[in-house]
């Protein structure tokens, strides 16, 4: 219990900071915000009486620590504010992208599980050869190559030489494979990476020697003993790999115009939409510290001795 009180408190710190972080930039961010309002309401050209309209709308006349206490009193009631683009509630914009972001991450963690374990197994049981000069070279190609440039070359070979699937994507289950696969690169080239060197600590460890004197084949050691081994490390890497997904989408989603938090985020910054901004970052610390206290307390249940 102690350790998850602390754990909470170191949270609730780091979720602090941030928001501070995103509002201090924000507010050094060049430009006018109520001009880039206006703009974005489509006024092409703003006058000084409509300008001076919106900052006493939106309460920009005040100064800066007082409207960063008002935000965050309004973030701790789940009140993030109003879109300056729409006017609707950010809580509304986030909810209505959320589902196809929860979708996309969740079916590219689906699609990494049997690639990182295949990719350890092989780097693990052939070692020093061949299978493992390509499981690592796989590895190292997924956590180089970057998603932009991933879903690029994938929108160009399926979607424009092959004619399989859509430019556009409209969050649906049909549209999901490809996105969901640019972003399960990166997760199975850091999965693949932490099991295949835990895989390989357990199979020089003296309990795999004990083992194979009995008669176990290399791939029953490392199944009977090496995944265990390979749990606690994995779980840890997991975690923060999944609370991190939210952030990662952001660009993936923008290659395949993917309806999600990752978009809203990016369309948010072009238009200067603050509040957005300060909700799509704020949701993104969340789903990173959730990720970060579940693997903790996973790992740490997985063996008591850490």
């Known amino acids: 219990m102690r350790r998850l009180l602390r754990l909470l408190a170191s949270a609730a710190g780091t979720l602090l900071a941030a928001s501070l ?29 409509q300008i001076e309209a919106v900052r006493a709308e939106l309460g920009l006349g005040d100064a800066a620590p007082v409207r960063y206490a008002r935000w965050l009193g309004g973030a701790l009631t789940g009140d993030l504010g109003s879109s300056w683009r729409t006017g609707r509630p ?20 689906a699609l990494a599980i049997l690639p990182a374990f295949a990719l350890a197994f092989a780097g693990a049981l ?3 050869r061949w299978p493992d000069a390509l499981s690592r070279g796989v590895m190292f190609a997924g956590a180089a190559v970057p998603s932009f440039l991933l879903g690029v070359a994938l929108l160009e070979i399926v979607v ?13 289950w049909a549209d999901t494979p490809l996105p969901a696969a640019t972003l399960a ?31 176990s ?3 029953r050691v490392l199944l009977v003993h090496g995944l265990p081994h390979a749990a606690p490390p994995l779980l ?34 072009t238009a200067r939409d603050l509040p957005v901004v300060q909700g799509c970052v704020l949701a993104g610390v969340l789903a990173f510290l959730a990720g970060a206290v579940a693997a903790d307390l996973a790992t740490r249940a997985g063996d008591p001795r850490l």
């Open 21 to 49: 972080l995103v509002w201090g930039l924000a507010e050094l961010s060049p430009g006018d915000p109520a001009r880039q309002v206006l703009l974005s309401r489509g006024v092409a050209v703003p006058v000084e009486t």
């Open 90 to 109: 950010v809580t509304a914009e986030l909810g209505e992208r959320l589902p196809a972001t929860l979708r996309l991450c969740l079916t590219a963690v």
């Open 160 to 172: 424009v030489r092959w004619g399989v699937g859509r430019v556009v994507a409209d969050g649906g």
């Open 236 to 269: 840890a890497v997991a975690g923060m790999t999944v609370g991190g997904l939210l952030a990662g989408a952001a660009v993936v989603e923008s290659v395949f115009t993917w309806p999600g938090v990752g978009r809203l985020l990016v369309e948010a910054i």
């Open 185 to 215: 690169a990166g997760i199975v080239a850091q999965w693949a990476r932490v099991t295949r060197g835990a895989l390989i600590d357990a199979a020089s460890a003296p309990f795999a020697d004990v083992s194979r004197a009995r008669g």
């Open 217 to 219: 084949g290399e791939l």
């Open 126 to 128: 052939g070692r020093h």
